[in-house]
């Protein structure tokens, strides 16, 4: 079952699209399913699952191929364990306040600082196209994390954010859709 990097990336940006759009779906009260409040942290956990696997699969793991890419690929699965955690434990007692309400724009900002600075794969693309598709998923990471913290503030206007974030990361996962290593 061998994945290419393409293949990898093309799975984690539909689910990214789908969980985007089902919350979206779901904040608008166009899908009040009360399940659905555990979209979040489940596919979090999905995808820490295939932080792991994807490069079990490809042989990364071994001694003699793990390197700085995969180190990162292995923190990314990590951070998505600890906000998807915490994000199923905030659903279970269907909490809006306290400090836990920071893991996920923390827990963004942190993905999209790894994907700024992001080591790239070996790959015959050229090392800048690998660079840019990267910068630039970490740019709308980044503005998912900041539009995330800005609906948590104490302060009336944080309201109009609630949805806000979930815009950039559909556009995350539509760029991880279109991610390609090809050289021309």
Do not use: N
Not at 33 to 51: C, I, M, N
Not at 173 to 183: F, I, K, P, R
């Amino acid at each position: 079952m061998g994945l290419t990097f393409e293949q990898a990336h093309w799975i984690v940006g539909a689910e990214l699209c789908a969980l985007s759009v089902t919350l979206l779906l779901y904040e608008l009260q166009v899908w009040p399913a009360r399940g659905l409040r555990y979209a979040l942290g489940a596919t979090l956990l999905v995808l820490a699952a295939e932080g792991v696997l994807f490069p079990a699969i490809e042989g990364a793991l071994t001694p003699e191929r793990f390197d700085a890419t995969t180190a990162q690929h292995l923190l990314l699965a990590a951070l998505c364990l600890l906000v998807g955690l915490v994000e199923l434990w905030r659903a279970a007692r269907d909490m809006q306040g306290g400090g836990s309400r920071a893991a996920l724009p923390l827990g963004l900002l942190a993905t999209s600082a790894i994907f700024v600075f992001h080591a790239q794969h070996h790959s015959a693309a050229p090392r800048v196209l690998l660079t840019v598709q990267h910068r630039i998923l970490g740019a709308s990471l980044a503005v998912g994390g900041l539009t995330r913290g800005a609906a948590e503030l104490p302060v009336p206007a944080a309201r109009s954010f609630k949805t806000a974030w979930l815009v950039p990361l559909f556009l995350a996962g539509v760029q991880l859709l279109l991610y390609t290593e090809t050289s021309g």
